[in-house]
């Protein structure tokens, strides 16, 4: 039998708010938010402990959050620091093991099995990651401790986080008394429709789930659900029981199988096909570059539309095969335009895709009679130079700078929020 792992899922308590707060020290016991201060109807991104005792949640109207807590300190918010500080975070945790996952920018997972001979039983490691990213960072940092990673998470967000030490761990031989006493709710991925489905079944508490037998189990879960639900009973029963045999994986990167942006869109603004191909051009251009810069090309296009008046609402989403693989600009937006042109219902659009798929490596390219497709390549390589140097603003199409243009205002965000 394999030895048993122990794994860490390490998070960053109120991130985005600890780091403002780390940055401006006067604000160090006043109760701050990140957000966007100027718009009362954008959400709160993370709110400080102080913040959260005054009523404050995360994904809450900013203008609902001044309304229980007037004195409360909106911060806009800066993304590519908190990226930058969780790279950082990440430096350190590998300082401990080379087994670091990123989860999200202020979770990641560590498998500390083979660092415990050099540094000691786990809850010593555990302090020593604190006391460093404390020391470098002044942000705290809870940690679950368990088996498996579920069980790390289950016990970083049931336990580690309500707890003055920031520390819990959640093993196999104590779950009967533990874990299995909270309520079904608080377990891994069971929200608020979930929770009612097993309500309904008599299944209050985790443990009333992880007892069943699986089959049985199973038979419950198509009775209340009406449709075959045995792979989401099979997960459900694992993780109650906290099996799970996925590995801490080093790094994020994957294989890519397509590459895709997408932007929200002010419907009002946005019911002439001429704006909205405007943004959709801009897409592309992103899309194509980031597939040069991942050394690849592409054969299928898909474009995507939400699509509102105020009282309908609709969605198409369509897809090419291309002649050949490319990365090239023109021949990207040719066929995204002629999808858009040909599905679009004529409705305002409030959220566009694109993506690109059927990727492949970069290789012989097939020679056009008509075109020098490699001097074309060489051209948009040397833009893609000039945006990754000075920025992605620095060089753009005319049409950008057209009022449907989102491109200038993109260029100073980082996944829809400012850097």
Excluded at 164 to 172: A, H, I, K, N, R
Excluded at 285 to 297: A, F, G, L
Aim: aromatic share 6%; proline share 4%.
């Amino acid at each position: 039998m394999p030895h048993e792992r122990t794994i860490f899922l390490i998070d960053g308590q109120s991130f985005y708010a600890s780091i403002e707060k780390a940055r401006h020290p006067g604000l160090m016991n006043k109760p701050v938010a990140v957000g966007d201060p100027s718009r009362r109807s954008g959400i709160i991104l993370a709110a400080c402990p102080i913040a959260k005792a005054k009523g404050v949640t995360t994904a809450e109207r900013v203008g609902e959050a001044l309304a229980k807590c007037p004195d409360l300190i909106v911060i806009r918010p800066r993304m590519q620091t908190y990226i930058g500080i969780s790279l950082f975070m990440t430096q350190i945790y590998e300082a401990f093991t080379d087994q670091v996952e990123p989860y999200s920018i202020d979770e990641q997972f560590l498998d500390v099995t083979g660092s415990i001979p050099a540094y000691g039983p786990p809850e010593l490691i555990a302090e020593l990651i604190q006391n460093h990213v404390k020391l470098s960072t002044n942000i705290n940092v809870r940690v679950g401790v368990g088996p498996t990673k579920i069980l790390a998470k289950m016990a970083l967000d049931n336990y580690a986080k309500k707890t003055p030490e920031g520390v819990s761990e959640l093993s196999f031989d104590k779950l009967e008394n533990t874990l299995w006493d909270l309520p079904v709710h608080n377990m891994f991925m069971v929200g608020s429709r979930m929770t009612r489905h097993f309500t309904r079944m008599g299944l209050a508490k985790i443990g009333d789930i992880a007892r069943l037998e699986l089959g049985d189990f199973k038979r419950r879960m198509r009775r209340e659900m009406k449709k075959q639900s045995d792979i989401q009973a099979e997960y459900y029963w694992q993780t109650a029981r906290g099996i799970d045999p996925s590995p801490v994986v080093a790094g994020i990167r994957h294989k890519l199988k397509s590459i895709s942006h997408g932007k929200a869109l002010r419907s009002g603004l946005y019911r002439k096909l001429e704006d909205i191909e405007v943004v959709l051009l801009e897409l592309v251009v992103e899309v194509c570059r980031r597939t040069r810069r991942h050394k690849c090309r592409g054969s299928v296009v898909s474009v995507g539309a939400a699509e509102t008046d105020g009282t309908r609402s609709s969605w198409f989403g369509r897809q090419t095969q291309l002649l050949q693989p490319t990365a090239l600009t023109h021949e990207v937006a040719a066929a995204a335009l002629k999808l858009l042109r040909e599905h679009w219902s004529g409705m305002p659009v409030s959220r566009l895709t694109i993506s690109l798929g059927g990727l492949s490596d970069e290789g012989v390219d097939q020679l056009d009679l008509f075109e020098d497709r490699q001097a074309i390549l060489r051209m948009e390589r040397a833009t893609d130079y000039i945006k990754d140097r000075y920025g992605s603003d620095a060089i753009m199409r005319a049409s950008s700078l057209l009022e449907a243009g989102v491109a200038r205002e993109r260029a100073e965000q980082i996944g829809g929020h400012y850097k």
